[in-house]
């Protein structure tokens, strides 16, 4: 039995010992595709936008010296006067800022034919519409202020669009 348990031992050692070198390659081949081509090819198309946007902005900053006009800010030409200006906040609260409500402004008659258009599309009453610069948009089913060539304030298709006239009631 001697014999036996000798040969068992050997195949049991050389059994352990592929199991071990099957281990060790796919732990090397594990290591070998950790970086893998698509990374790498990743890194570099990186780094390549990255000088790629370097070299623009440097383009751009470059653009804007030469844009510089020289001699105004080394006041070297004889007919140029430099004014030094002091701003305070006294002095931009006497510059008047009020600016007029949109609402109180006069309308014009584009302003009166758009309100007129809407009164009508609301109330539906197409015997309104003779007279006005009101149309007929087929697609939105509404009826808005345009001239022949469409709406002015709204969008439609060609096709779709019945221009002010006689024919606008009709639809």
């Not at 071990?20 to 698509?38: I, P």
């Not at 390549?48 to 653009?63: A, K, L, V, Y």
């Not at 939105?140 to 019945?162: F, L």
């Amino acid at each position: 039995m001697n014999f036996f348990g000798n040969k068992l031992n050997i195949l049991g050692l050389i059994l352990l010992g592929v199991i071990v070198l099957t281990l060790v390659s796919s732990y090397k081949e594990g290591l070998q595709d950790s970086v893998n081509e698509k990374e790498l090819e990743s890194k570099i198309k990186t780094e390549q936008q990255n000088d790629e946007s370097n070299d623009f902005i440097g383009d751009i900053i470059d653009g804007h010296k030469g844009k510089e006009i020289k001699g105004l800010q080394d006041n070297v030409d004889d007919d140029t006067t430099v004014v030094e200006t002091e701003v305070s906040e006294v002095k931009l609260k006497s510059i008047d800022t009020d600016v007029p409500n949109v609402n109180e402004l006069p309308k014009t008659e584009l302003d009166l034919a758009i309100e007129t258009c809407q009164a009508i599309d609301k109330s539906k009453k197409c015997a309104l519409l003779p007279g006005t610069h009101c149309g007929y948009c087929l697609d939105t089913n509404k009826i808005i202020a345009g001239n022949k060539e469409g709406p002015v304030v709204d969008v439609c298709s060609k096709k779709g669009w019945v221009p002010p006239g006689k024919e606008v009631a009709a639809q």
